[in-house]
């Protein structure tokens, strides 16, 4: 019988050294990786503090889960009843009913001590860099750029989509944008899978103020292009509602509004400064409802 439980001792201390060695010989790159679950890669400062708050909520369940479906396992595996005789019962063991009905009101403390925290960082608007509003329509979109001017227009400088272009909204790297969404009909939702957030766009003006607005600093050193879409079930052609986040660097975000205001379209002012001119992380759908052109 020692002998059984010294075996078994000594697998349980090889399995804990092995899996720590495991765990050593990855790199801090695989096991953030690992720890998205899937996610994106957060392109914001709110996008990666929520991806802290979830993968780090998911590990504490996983270690519960495990927790308890091994401690029901062990007990039906080694505790069942193996002859006639009625085993000794045991109750009423303080300590570890204290245990067990405080673990919970700590574990939920603690969770929501780090959601009210991530909560409060991820609604912060204030002091925005730069002012974009957002309008939602069937089926597409139009971003306004406050505190521009068109020259051709004396409006603000402003990105529209249709169905022969997807709509690039061009954002700086390293600064807070301030977003307001609109809808002109239907209920819509901004997504941006990057932004590891979204926000439903509604026809009426928001209840309370505010409501109808979400800041976001974009990291330095994520310039790039990244699709946008529609994630809110609006009619037909819901699936094909896409935009494109362009981000670049500061001086060429700059370069881009001087263009824009000076009267140059978006393909001509993203050009200029040399960027591709049109999306390049979605393409425009074809409103056709032939069945050749719905099987390509």
Known sequence: MLRKRSLRSWRIAGLAVFGTLMLAGCDRARVEDALRFGWPVGITDQAEKMRVLWS?????????????????????????????????QTAYNLPIELAYTAAPFVLIAVLFY????????????KNPDHKVDVTAFKWNWKFDYED?????TDNPVSTIGSTEEIPVLVLPAGSKILFTVHSNDV?????????????????????????????VTIKKGTEGAYVGRCAELCGTYHAQMNFEVRVVSPDKYD?????????????????????????????????SRTVDTALK
């Open 56 to 88: 780090w909520t998911v590990v504490a369940a996983l270690i519960v889960g495990i927790l308890m479906w091994g401690l029901m396992f062990w007990t039906i595996t080694f505790h069942r009843k193996k002859s006639e005789e009625l085993p000794r």
């Open 255 to 287: 370069q881009y509004l001087k263009a824009r205001e000076a009267g140059m379209i978006n393909s001509d002012a993203l050009k200029s400064i040399g960027e591709a001119p049109l999306a390049t992380s979605t393409h425009p759908f074809n409103p």
């Open 114 to 125: 780090y959601v009210v925290v991530t909560q409060n960082f991820v609604l912060d608007k």
């Open 187 to 215: 209920v819509h939702s901004f997504w941006v899978p990057e932004f590891l957030y979204k926000l439903d766009v509604f026809p009426d003006a928001p209840v309370h103020p505010g409501a109808n607005q979400f800041m």
């Open 148 to 152: 521009t001017t068109d020259s051709k």
